[in-house]
């Protein structure tokens, strides 16, 4: 990284990062006088496959979807066929969860360990999950 303050050129060398995120650095000199301080940014890599092809960061077409607003399981199929048809490639459900009656709100779990029972067609709660898409 290069930065020039008061004329003066700096030069940090960065390994390769470990986290993703925003970061601070301060440089100082021998008598910890402030030198220059800013923020950069580490980006993270999106990878796919056994070979981690990397991904450009705006291939993500993510579509975010309520599932208590999908009804039970079996109508998921036709519901989730819009995102597909509109070339979403990636869904993010809020919570699966049972969910607080009171709220009914999606981020508001009365119990983590159960799945919502209105995603049942017989009134008891799924067990497991089904593959939408092949």
């Not at 402030?34 to 580490?42: A, D, I, K, M, Q």
Request: glycine share 4%; charged share 15%; with cysteine.
């Amino acid at each position: 990284m290069r930065w020039k303050v008061n004329s003066v050129s700096y030069v940090i060398g960065l390994s390769q990062a470990q986290l993703v995120g925003k970061f601070f650095f301060r440089c100082s000199d021998q008598l910890d006088a402030v030198l220059s301080e800013g923020y950069f940014l580490v980006d993270p890599e999106l990878t796919v496959g056994p070979m981690s092809k990397v991904l450009p960061l705006d291939s993500i077409k993510i579509h975010t979807v309520l599932p208590k607003l999908l009804g039970p399981f079996d109508e998921w199929k036709d519901r989730l066929m819009v995102s597909h048809k509109c070339a979403y490639n990636m869904i993010h459900f809020t919570p699966l969860q049972k969910l607080n009656s009171c709220s009914n709100s999606s981020y508001s779990i009365s119990n983590q360990l159960q799945l919502n029972p209105n995603f049942s067609t017989t009134g008891t709660a799924p067990i497991a999950l089904v593959v939408i898409y092949d």
